[in-house]
């Protein structure tokens, strides 16, 4: 087994893990290039299906072609896709810095949707090497009814036993790419074939790194064309992955708070 | 450092093909608070330019920001608790690479608040990294960690004595410090692979070779990081691989699970344990999308997979599939060395849930025998194991459970304990002084129908004048089991009863003289001398057995085969007063190391739950003794 072949077989075991254990459990998918890798490892942990429901907490301030990609793979992967939007900017957090409190739409929106679809837990393709306070998650993160995070006791988690018990009202994200890194997530698309969305490649010596919304994602210089130029990239590259985004860097603690309050 | 070794270390890992992959080795950074893990890892990413850009001027803000002194900590210290207070709360991870390959750092916080963090951090790792403050020298939390490595199954260790730059990098100060450190961890069967003095501050010895310390010819960290070793899969020990789940897709009825040990292929036969059922691979399933990709005939360690059977038993998540040979142990006890995590403390006779791989199941916490200080290594006795403790216990199970020692295969050697919704606590299972009752309970007969008696239990009775059974005696040698059951027989048979005496001795001069003492023929012994018990019984006889049987597992099975009329007698003495008789010399031996694993000196004795009778022989006369057994069979065994 090479390195893909672990993280692949360890991904496997986490959303066989959460599928067993959790009742009404749904994936989110953000279109991004880490939640289609999401996608193709839960079809081959479950033989070619994916037995829960796909769901898109839409802004609807994502790119064209990021909404081409979803409505021609949601059917052409067989999905149980579900769409739900975020409400509008006023019901956020008003002392969050602008980037970081157009965000919070998103958090928002997702409490929202768990809310109506009643789901337990949810598998979301956050990683650790992407950000700081991700880098500390476990990979079965419990929450809180109103969705946070209390990061300050996280339960222990080792020798693959996650916790899968919770009081009545616990919503729990599960982390099934938390170990991966970013130059993994392009090797394992190179050799698996995964569909992606062009933005990522360079045009005009501009690509994007990392996908969001329109209005505060920007992209990075880059003459990477191919997958294989954009790892090549990423080897030598001393740019983090989320520079483009913008509320990552507008305060300190911008991001941490976020991500208390429910945020990916 | 110069700018063209700089380029070496970071660029040179390029690879040429950009689509190969790397190695990758995961290493945790554990010791005490405050002896500099946080700053070393910063050191060893400044040095080998791995920041990314900006990173080093953000850290610079966030101290000036709080007045306090370039503090390398604020790299992995992601959270505003962590930075205001100037202490890791929780574990973290950051990548770096070499030439040689690419690196996952685990930061494992050394306060001994965060232990649950700490194993949470170094259980994921290959290898790991411990330091020591030159100036403190070895602390509470530089042993415990050391412990706790061993304990999770960590054997690549390198040691790290910095600040050296605060002892004047004096190499008699050192040498002290890595005897004293080397002791302890060869005291616990880990040998470090380096001691390297190093100051984290200063840069020495991290990347790059010092001047200050010319005395030292050791590798630097880094290439002692090299030289550790990615774990290897377990491919070629005995098969192991847990059921995680049943699945039917597209009609197939697909068993999923990762092998943890060994490998399966196409066609052979799986056991399933504890259920015992046997079945052969039909295929391995897999899904790619690649066309004209044919599946796979074969699986190993590490390989998550599904498999179809050629027959359709029913099995489920827990079950431990092996090759009928090289089975794991089937027991419902033994002997765990545990860390406990748990907010409440672990208590004896209370109940939690176990994780063993995929099996969860109810198991009771039958004895605390000692809590391990892992400062000094000395044992205390108590009936609670605090958290952030290390303990031996002995759990037990209401049910066979399938598993393996720690020492011949981890994965299914280990476990976590559930206290309500919470991972409590985590432990490595050992049997000594417990049997492996597979062979006990497998039936290795086929093709056998039961006979139907002409003559019922009734009719026996009747032309016996009372009914037939079994007195199981149990109790510590010298308690007065044989004593009592001879006297018992004596009387019995005056007042007209048929009944005989089945005597330890006496069945290990015959029907079991192939026995030795090992936990598997002692196990075997109270098995055969069960079921010679039940068939004097179902004779109509009385049968009265006189052995110390000290394991409940055993008596429950006597039960089990004496059918209904079946009867477990305590004899009662403590040890001090059985040793005080010592009818047969035993003790004297056993204290003087002659005879090991002797029964309630060096072997467990497990006292009844609920016997039917309590004989207390330290307080009560012979006499009565049997006077009390004799009422008590002629209201038992009355027709």
């Not at chain 2, 306060?111 to 509470?140: C, P, W, Y």
């Not at chain 2, 049910?399 to 476990?415: H, Y």
């Not at chain 2, 044989?482 to 069945?507: C, I």
């Amino acid at each position: 087994m090479d390195r893909l072949d672990q993280l692949e077989s360890q991904s496997i075991f986490i959303f066989r893990e959460a599928f067993n254990r959790i009742e009404n459990i749904a994936m989110l998918w953000s279109l991004g290039k880490d939640s289609n890798v999401m996608i193709w490892l839960a079809r081959k942990a479950f033989f070619g299906h994916v037995p829960f429901p796909v769901m898109h907490v839409d802004t609807g301030k994502k790119f064209p072609e990021m909404y081409d990609f979803r409505d021609r793979y949601a059917a052409e992967w067989g999905l149980n896709f579900i769409r739900e939007e975020c409400p509008p900017l006023e019901m956020t957090d008003e002392t969050l810095p602008p980037a970081a409190r157009s965000a919070a739409r998103k958090t928002e929106g997702l409490k929202l949707a768990i809310k109506k679809h009643g789901f337990n837990a949810l598998f979301a393709g956050i990683r650790r090497d992407e950000e700081a306070t991700r880098a500390k998650e476990r990979v079965f993160s419990p929450r809180g009814q109103t969705g946070q995070w209390d990061f300050k006791d996280q339960p222990p988690e080792f020798w693959d036993q996650f916790k899968t018990d919770f009081p009545p009202g616990t919503h729990i994200r599960i982390h099934p790419l938390l170990h991966w890194t970013e130059v993994d997530i392009w090797l394992y698309t190179l050799r698996e074939q995964i569909p992606t969305i062009p933005l990522y490649f360079a045009k005009d010596g501009k690509r994007y790194r990392s996908l969001g919304d329109k209005d505060i994602t920007s992209p990075v210089a880059s003459t990477a064309s191919t997958i294989e130029e954009i790892i090549e990239e990423l080897r030598t590259t001393k740019i983090s992955e989320r520079s483009g985004r913008a509320m990552d860097h507008e305060s300190e603690d911008a991001f941490e708070r976020l991500r208390a309050d429910g945020y990916l | 450092m110069s700018e063209a070794s700089e380029a070496k270390v970071r660029l040179a890992a390029v690879n040429s093909n950009p689509a190969s992959t790397r190695d990758l080795l995961r290493i945790v950074i554990v010791g005490h608070v405050d002896h500099g893990k946080s700053t070393l890892v910063g050191r060893m990413f400044h040095d080998t330019g791995s920041l990314p850009d900006g990173k080093y001027e953000s850290i610079k803000a966030m101290c000036e920001r709080r007045g306090v002194p370039f503090e390398w900590a604020f790299l992995m210290d992601a959270l505003q608790a962590e930075r205001d207070q100037g202490i890791t709360i929780d574990t973290s991870q950051i990548w770096f690479k070499t030439d040689a390959r690419d690196y996952t750092i685990i930061d494992a916080p050394g306060h001994k608040e965060f232990l649950k963090n700490m194993i949470t951090g170094a259980a994921q790792s290959d290898a790991a990294l411990l330091i020591i403050d030159a100036a403190e020298g070895v602390r509470e939390q530089s042993r415990r960690h050391g412990y706790l490595l061993h304990l999770l199954g960590i054997r690549q260790v390198a040691v790290a004595v910095n600040k050296m730059d605060l002892i004047n990098y004096e190499k008699d100060q050192f040498d002290l410090i890595e005897q004293e450190y080397r002791d302890y961890l060869t005291s616990i069967g880990v040998t470090p692979t380096f001691v390297i003095p190093v100051s984290a501050r200063q840069g020495d010895n991290i990347v790059n070779q010092t001047n200050a310390m010319s005395w030292y010819k050791g590798p630097t960290v880094v290439k002692a990081l090299d030289s550790f070793m990615p774990t290897a899969a377990p491919v070629d020990r005995p098969l192991r691989f847990p059921v995680q789940d049943v699945y039917k897709f597209d009609h197939r009825r697909i068993i999923a699970g990762r092998i943890e040990e060994g490998s399966l292929k196409v066609g052979d036969t799986l056991l399933f344990s504890p259920s015992n059922k046997s079945a052969r691979v039909q295929s391995i399933e897999y899904w790619s999308t690649v066309p004209g990709k044919k599946p796979p005939m074969e699986a190993s360690a590490g390989e998550s997979i599904g498999i179809t059977l050629d027959e359709q038993i029913f099995v489920e998540r827990g079950e431990l599939v092996s090759h009928a040979e090289h089975a794991p142990i089937e027991t419902d006890v033994f002997r765990a060395r545990i860390f406990w995590l748990g907010h409440e403390p672990m208590v004896k006779g209370k109940s939690y849930r176990i994780k063993l791989g995929t099996l969860e199941a109810p198991v009771t916490v039958q004895s605390i025998e000692s809590i391990i200080d892992t400062s000094d290594l000395s044992n205390t006795s108590s009936h609670q194991v605090e958290r952030n403790q290390v303990a031996e216990i002995v759990l037990r199970a209401r049910r066979m459970l399938a598993l393996d020692e720690f020492i011949s295969a981890p994965k299914s050697g280990r476990f976590v304990l559930i206290d309500k919704y919470d991972i409590a606590g985590g432990g490595i299972i050992s049997m000594e002084g417990y049997a492996d009752q597979r062979d006990l309970i497998t039936s290795r007969s086929t093709n056998i129908t039961r006979v139907v008696h002409g003559i019922d239990e009734t009719a026996r009775a009747f032309r016996n004048g009372h009914k037939g059974g079994v007195l199981w005696f149990t109790g510590l040698s010298g308690a007065g089991k044989s004593t009592l059951a001879v006297a018992l027989e004596k009387k019995l048979f005056e007042k007209g009863y048929n009944v005989y005496v089945l005597d330890g001795d006496n069945v290990r001069h015959g029907l079991n003289a192939n026995l030795s003492f090992s936990p598997e023929d002692r196990a075997e012994n109270i098995r055969r001398v069960g079921e010679v018990a039940a068939l004097f019984g179902r004779a109509g006889m009385i049968a009265i057995t006189s052995f110390i049987s000290p394991y409940r597992s055993d008596r429950d099975r006597a039960r089990e085969a004496g059918g209904g009329n079946f009867h477990e007698i305590h004899v009662k003495a403590d040890v001090a007063t059985c040793e005080a008789r010592d009818p047969k010399g035993l003790y004297k031996k056993a204290r003087a190391g002659e005879i090991k694993d002797f029964t309630g000196i060096s072997a467990p004795y497990e006292e009844p739950d609920n016997p039917e009778l309590v004989i207390d022989t330290a307080e009560v006369q012979l006499d009565e003794c049997v006077e009390r057994l004799v009422n008590y069979v002629e209201t038992k065994f009355k027709v």
